[in-house]
């Protein structure tokens, strides 16, 4: 492992971590009894961004992370594998890294109950592993409730709504690719909050920029259950431009909630949805994308203390109600966009937070960046940039809040040079937590 300068663990975590014990060695320990065991539950991007920069700050804690498969697949970029421009096996990566470099346990196992009195956690195989700090990212769950004739039996066949990358991915391509000529790919768009807000819209133009040359008179219909969506000026002007969007030729049609875009009900007997104003549309291909809650495992353990989102203490992402318990990714109740980003930083700050606390420190006062990018095509990315700084005003859920998105930009130059940092934006996140 590469030696870590002072400033570049500033930069990281902040001066309140560097009073820590060092940095780890890249073999495997032996842990004293006294040793603080820390469990995290998920190995997504909130789970293995922890589970590195834990370690980066505390060379002598344990760490075990709780996960049932055994690789992971990004979400980010998957949008390219419908046209082509990307695959699954780019998008994968296992746990080695995590394991062998910065020491953590990867137990391949389902976790299935907390004893907050104990501090243990319970497995589906049948493991009780104590705890002193527990960290819960299991991402969030598709709520199919809102679509009347929708589950997850029909997601995982022939309706695959494919927001989390994988063999769902896989069957929209195949069913894409067998899209009549001149027929119909329908695409529903939920309410917010849901994971990575401008994918639906990243989708279609993806797929639309495929059937020009594949499939030049198909069509692409957005129904969409809000009335704007980020970055709506960019994607509009690709269109325009690319898809004579507005026209009566265009071949991606937006539909706005107010306007009909509510998607209610699914009949898969004729390939109709029915909307909230009665209208019944039939499409070759549907693609309703779910609205989203915390993970079952969340919900299970009492951390949503009733609701669909889990409640938290913003300067340290403390469960509200049980302590030595933190919540980071999706599934909070934050003012924050669901995405992978936010995800990964929310687990620095709970790094560092637990590590000030093993040493008997205060934490440190968080301040949190979301840096989103998205593609309308190969050749036109946009990106937008927030900052969440910790306030102890409740009507702002712990953070207040400055957006600054990319401008509209005419200049293919400038749009090009927005698609290569999206691009290497997506490479360098990846790298961050799996290497």
Not at 156 to 171: E, I, R, Y
Not at 237 to 244: A, R
Request: charged fraction near 20%; aromatic fraction near 10%; proline fraction near 5%.
């Amino acid at each position: 492992m590469s030696k870590l300068t002072r400033r570049e663990l500033i930069k990281w975590f902040g001066a309140s971590a560097m009073a820590s014990t060092g940095l780890l060695g890249a073999t495997s320990k032996a842990y004293a009894k006294n040793t603080a065991h820390i469990v995290i539950v998920g190995g997504g991007i909130g789970g293995a961004s922890f589970a590195k920069y834990m370690r980066l700050a505390n060379s002598d804690v344990k760490i075990t992370m709780i996960e049932p498969h055994p690789t992971y697949t990004f979400c980010p970029g998957s949008n390219e594998i419908l046209s082509g421009h990307e695959t699954l096996e780019n998008l994968t990566v296992n746990y080695q890294t995590l394991k062998s470099r910065f020491n953590v346990d990867v137990v391949q196992d389902i976790a299935t109950e907390i004893n907050y009195e104990k501090h243990q956690i319970s497995t589906l195989k049948g493991q009780v592993i104590d705890y002193d700090k527990l960290v819960v990212s299991p991402g969030p769950d598709f709520d199919y409730q809102f679509v009347e004739g929708y589950n997850a039996t029909l997601a995982a066949s022939d309706f695959p709504h494919a927001w989390k990358a994988g063999p769902q991915t896989t069957k929209l391509k195949q069913q894409i690719d067998a899209l009549p000529q001149g027929g119909t790919l329908l695409i529903s768009s939920p309410r917010i909050p849901y994971r990575c807000p401008p994918a639906p819209y990243e989708r279609a133009s993806f797929v639309a920029n495929m059937m020009k040359n594949t499939n030049p008179t198909a069509k692409i219909l957005i129904l969409d259950s809000k009335d704007d969506y980020v970055f709506k000026d960019h994607f509009e002007h690709y269109w325009k431009k690319h898809h004579g969007f507005g026209t009566d030729n265009s071949r991606i049609e937006w539909v706005q909630a107010k306007k009909g875009g509510i998607v209610t009900a699914l009949n898969t007997q004729n390939k109709s949805v029915k909307t909230a104003n009665g209208d019944i549309i039939k499409a070759d291909v549907i693609n309703i994308i779910p609205e989203e809650k915390a993970g079952r495992f969340a919900i299970e353990n009492g951390l949503a203390l009733g609701s669909n989102w889990v409640p938290y203490e913003p300067k340290t992402f403390a469960s509200k109600v049980h302590p030595d318990v933190y919540v980071i990714g999706d599934m909070v109740d934050s003012p924050m966009p669901k995405t992978g980003y936010v995800a990964s930083n929310q687990a620095k700050v709970v790094a560092a937070a637990i590590n000030d606390l093993l040493a008997g420190r205060e934490p440190g006062t968080p301040f949190i960046t979301n840096n989103c990018v998205a593609m309308a095509g190969e050749d036109y990315g946009m990106t937008i940039t927030a900052t969440f700084r910790f306030t102890d005003d409740a009507k702002q859920k712990g953070y207040a809040t400055q957006v600054r998105t990319s401008a509209v930009s005419d200049n293919p130059y400038t749009n090009r040079i927005r698609a290569e940092v999206a691009k290497n934006w997506q490479r360098t996140f990846r790298k961050d937590m799996f290497s």
